[in-house]
């Protein structure tokens, strides 16, 4: 069965501080795994797209990861602020055409002053 | 920038009426999806088009069915509107990435319609 998974469910971190948010994935075959941020009552906005034989990429802030070996990614968010505050989900495609997306829980990110 | 555009931001309609959810999008994408939204289910594919006229059912379609006449349209309807599709509804659309043109992995949403069936 095509899963994603996100952990943790939840997290609260002080400004200024960095956290990294995890996904795995048992989704194929596997096309490329993007990760997106939605802030609270807004649709989900692209922070990165990967294929297959990226391992990093970045995107201010915000650095994705991937291990294809392993089937996992993260979101490193460094010197967090509070607008990053929101919910990030992680979303594997199993093909090109963007029609065949698994979707992860997402995880929910808190930001304090 | 590529824009996915929802007429409504906030719905409440009654039991029972026809409900027409419209997306349109400017950057001529030949697929445009719907889903739904909900606490602890994540974002669920309801229909998507890939092309002018053609749709294909997604996971759950039940309820529900689409219209797209033209490309940059694509409309969601709820026959007959239940409590049960009180939700989240997010548009979206992609460049066919076999039409010729640039590769492009991109997939944009717009800002939701959050719809409450009373």
């Known amino acids: 069965k095509n899963q994603v998974e996100q952990s943790p469910q939840s997290l609260i971190i002080l400004e200024g501080k960095n956290c990294t948010l995890q996904c795995n994935y048992t989704v194929s075959p596997f096309s490329n795994l993007r990760w997106y941020k939605q802030d609270t009552g807004r649709g989900p906005v692209s922070l990165t797209i990967?294929?297959?034989?990226?391992n990093t990429k970045s995107n201010g802030r915000y650095t994705a990861t991937l291990d294809a070996d392993t089937k996992q990614s993260s979101l490193h968010i460094t010197a967090s602020q509070l607008s990053d505050s929101a919910s990030y989900i992680c979303v594997v495609s199993h093909n090109n055409a963007g029609n065949m997306l698994t979707f992860g829980g997402g995880t929910r990110l808190m930001v304090k002053p | 920038d590529v824009k996915v555009t929802q007429s409504s931001r906030y719905l409440v309609k009654r039991t029972g009426e026809k409900v027409f959810l419209e997306c349109v999008q400017d950057m001529d994408h030949e697929n445009m999806f719907w889903y739904r939204q909900d606490p602890g289910l994540g974002l669920r594919l309801i229909y998507f088009?890939?092309?002018?006229?053609?749709?294909e059912k997604g996971d759950i379609p039940e309820g529900y069915s689409v219209s797209r006449e033209k490309k940059e349209r694509f409309s969601l309807i709820l026959e007959s509107a239940s409590t049960n599709q009180t939700s989240m509804y997010l548009c979206?659309?992609?460049?066919?990435?076999?039409?010729?043109?640039?590769?492009?992995?991109?997939?944009?949403f717009g800002s939701g319609t959050r719809l409450t069936v009373v």
């Open positions: 979206a659309s992609s460049l066919d990435p076999d039409s010729g043109t640039t590769i492009y992995y991109g997939y944009t």
């Open positions: 088009s890939y092309d002018v006229k053609m749709k």
């Open positions: 990967m294929t297959f034989s990226e």
